[in-house]
C-alpha cells in the first residue's frame, strides 16, 4: 500500500511562495497520477493540480499559472510550487495518488494534509 507524506506547509503573507512535498512510499509510484487537493474550512475538497506517470498536468482555474506540480519519480517524491499566493488559497493540502486498472480496479491514497495558511 502507497503511504504518503505531505511536508513545506506553513503561514506566508499575501503574495508570498511556498512549496509543498508529498514523499511516497509502497513502491511503484512512477505509475501512480499523482495529485493536490486543497480543503478550506467549511469548504469541499478540491483538485488544485494533478501530474500523470507522463508528465501531464492539469490544475484548477484558480491555480492557472500560480502554481506548479512536478514530480521526481528517483525520489518518490511530488510537489506542488504556489506563486502569488493570495488568502483564498489557505487550506489544508492534500497530496493523492491515483491509479485505474485495466481490468477495472482503482487505487487511491491519501496523506495526512500539510495547513497552509496565507495572511498578513
Known amino acids: 500500500q502507497v503511504q504518503l507524506v505531505e511536508s513545506g506547509g506553513g503561514l506566508v503573507q499575501p503574495g508570498g511562495s511556498l512549496r509543498l512535498s508529498c514523499a511516497a512510499s509502497?513502491?511503484?509510484?512512477?505509475?501512480?497520477?499523482m495529485g493536490w487537493y486543497r480543503q478550506a474550512p467549511g469548504k469541499q475538497r478540491e483538485l488544485v493540480a494533478a501530474?500523470?506517470?507522463?508528465?501531464?498536468?492539469n490544475y484548477a482555474d484558480s491555480v492557472k499559472g500560480r502554481f506548479t506540480i512536478s514530480r521526481h519519480n528517483a525520489k518518490d517524491t511530488v510537489y506542488l510550487q504556489m506563486s502569488s499566493l493570495q488568502p483564498g488559497d489557505t487550506a489544508v493540502y492534500y497530496c493523492?495518488?491515483?491509479?485505474?486498472?485495466?481490468?477495472?480496479?482503482?487505487?487511491?491514497?491519501w496523506g495526512q494534509g500539510t495547513q497552509v495558511t496565507v495572511s498578513s
Open positions: 509502497g513502491s511503484i509510484f512512477s505509475i501512480y497520477v
Open positions: 493523492h495518488a491515483g491509479l485505474a486498472l485495466t481490468d477495472g480496479t482503482g487505487y487511491d491514497y
Open positions: 501530474i500523470t506517470s507522463g508528465g501531464s498536468t
